[in-house]
């Protein structure tokens, strides 16, 4: 019943869960101790690592409301449709941004279609359909075509929601193929607005790019899809998988 698509999936893994790096560190020295040699603050800091490692994990409240409103549209028998310019502007020159990504780095990529290898994803209760598969690579690269110069990021943007969504179809490539699907990229591109598209009140410079440098139009974000990414990915989508029955129980039963 639940369906969440791989453009929406961000609050489901945002946050982390058990140790970091460094807490794992610090809890296999204090493992490695007799407890007779331990201090009490270091009884008391090995006790709440273990305890912090072996806790359940617990989705925010981000993730649980993304869970209730994919399974509230199956219940209450209704879907909800977004109609955004720039939306529509993304859709409309998809094609045009990937040939300015293939002119910049001298590649011959396309856009993914409907009988292509890998043009649609699904993995337990997510799915999606890339922009570009790079087989050899074992590479996805998603296409985010700028509403204009103004929204375009000039640097890489950092935390943006867009990597879980690059992650997650690496993520379900991997569990489809068994190979290691690691490289992602997000391509931020400036491609010139349809001209019905331009709102009245916005200025026309903000949305003609023809005249700007290939090499100004493109803002690459490197995606990596770590062993430890999909650990944590397992461990959510598990947790996601409980919530919704939890969810649907509620529904189902709350008026008997």
Known sequence: MLRIRASKCAALFTGTDGLTARQEAELDILMAK??????HNQSV?????IAKRDAPITLGEGA???IEEAIDEVMYEYSVSIDR??????TNVEDESIEIYNRIFFTDYRKMEEF??????????ASGHPDIVDCE????????????????????PKNSTYEWQVKMYLYMLTKKTGKHWSDGEIAYILTTTPEELIPDHEDDSLHYM?????????TIVKIEL????????????????????????FLTTKNK
């Not at 800091?45 to 690592?49: C, S, T």
């Not at 310019?85 to 993304?90: F, N, P, S, V, Y």
């Open 64 to 66: 649980r409301t993304l």
């Open 226 to 249: 770590t062993e430890d990414d999909i650990k944590h990915m397992d461990a959510r989508m598990f947790a996601a998988e409980m919530y919704a029955k939890e969810y649907v129980n």
């Open 116 to 125: 292509d290898d890998h043009y649609s994803l699904s993995f337990l209760f």
């Open 85 to 90: 310019r720039e939306m529509t502007k993304g």
């Open 45 to 49: 800091k090995r006790y709440n690592l």
């Open 34 to 39: 007799d407890d007779y040699k331990l201090t």
């Open 137 to 156: 690579r074992l590479k996805v690269i998603d296409i985010k075509s700028s509403w204009s110069k103004k929204t375009f990021p000039k640097r890489p």
């Open 210 to 218: 023809d005249a700007l440098e290939d090499n100004l139009r493109a």
